[in-house]
Each structure stands twice: as structure tokens, then as C-alpha cells.
């Protein structure tokens, strides 16, 4: 079985790798290994550009470990309290290894006997960055991508002090009420 030449990492997931690196330099040689593999191999990409078929944070992902029956698991930064068995996080070994991998993809990592294990990505089955285009598109937002292409949609507006001549009279509409009381301060 093939494994990884490169991965793909939205600009986000590549910081967490690297800001883990920096703060955790002195973790086990395993997991060691397999984090500087995984960064050195990145292909980093706008969170807008990355395949819906790649393995991102906060990913819903089918894979299978050796020849094992496929597991459903989503793809955590950390481990989190009430998702015992949800969750696999970059910080297990397995984890990372999933992390930027495509549907199709595998990598081979040493286990903790010294024997090697190879991951394999069946299925993404959720993704958040597809999500997101995928809401705004349905929203008849722009389109993915766009804001680099034509630069950001700004509404220009022009003598912007009309309108808040106009906000102010309201406001001061509000509070003529006809009542001239001079109120405490005259006594």
C-alpha cells in the first residue's frame, strides 16, 4: 500500500502543527517523526481551496487501520470531555496521520512495539470548509474563492453625512414630546 508523498493543510491546520512543534519539542520520538513528516510534506492551502475529499480539523473521516474493519471518527485538535470514542485527536498519533491525508490516501506510522501500521482514508464524510461553501452558496453568497479573485464586495456609500443628519432628526423626533419641564436643576 502507497503511502503520503505530500498532504494537503488549510493555512489554520498548519499553524496548530507548527505551533505544537515549537511548544512540544520534546515529545516522543514517534510522534515526533510523524509531525515534522507531516509538516515537511504540507501543501498549504486557503481554507476556500482545499478538496472536500481531504482530511481537515473538526472532519468527520472513515478510515481503516491494516487490514481492520473501518472506523468513523472526527478529526479533533484536542481531546474533549463527553465525546469519549467520537473523537481523534491530532495529539494521538493516529490523528495526525489523518490529518491533510485525500480520500484514497494512506501513511504508515510506527506503533508503540515497533511494528508499523498503516492508516487509510475511505471516506471524508463531513468536512467544515466544504460546509461552508456549501451554505454560502446555498445563501447565493459569493462564490468560493471570489474575494481574492475581484478583491472584498464593499458597499460604498457616498456623503455619509446625510445619513446620519438624517438618524439624528429621528432620534430627536423621538424625544419631542411637547412637555417643558425644566426639571430639577431650575429650583
Not at 63 to 69: A, E, H, L, M, R
Request: glycine share 6%; hydrophobic share 40%.
Amino acid at each position: 500500500m502507497p503511502t503520503i508523498d505530500t498532504c494537503q493543510l488549510t493555512i489554520k491546520d498548519y499553524t496548530i502543527l507548527e505551533v505544537m512543534r515549537e511548544r512540544h519539542p520534546a515529545r516522543d520520538e514517534t510522534f515526533s517523526a510523524i509531525l515534522q513528516r507531516k509538516i515537511s510534506s504540507a501543501v498549504v492551502v486557503f481554507r476556500e481551496d482545499i478538496p472536500a475529499t481531504v482530511v481537515t480539523l473538526s472532519s468527520r473521516v472513515a478510515y481503516q487501520v491494516n487490514d481492520g474493519p473501518a472506523e468513523t471518527r472526527i478529526v479533533a485538535h484536542d481531546e474533549m470531555r463527553g465525546l469519549v470514542g467520537m473523537l481523534l485527536p491530532i495529539t494521538n498519533p493516529r490523528g495526525l496521520a489523518l490529518l491533510g491525508l485525500a480520500e484514497g490516501q494512506s501513511m504508515s506510522i510506527p506503533t508503540a512495539n515497533g511494528c508499523l501500521e498503516t492508516l487509510k482514508v475511505h471516506e471524508v464524510v463531513y468536512q467544515p470548509e466544504a460546509a461552508r461553501r456549501e451554505r454560502l452558496k446555498l445563501a447565493g453568497g459569493a462564490a468560493p474563492g471570489s474575494w481574492r479573485l475581484g478583491g472584498p464586495v464593499l458597499r460604498v456609500v457616498h456623503r455619509s453625512d446625510e445619513l446620519q443628519d438624517k438618524a439624528e432628526n429621528k432620534v430627536m423626533a423621538a424625544f419631542d414630546t411637547e412637555f417643558d419641564d425644566p426639571g430639577p436643576s431650575a429650583a
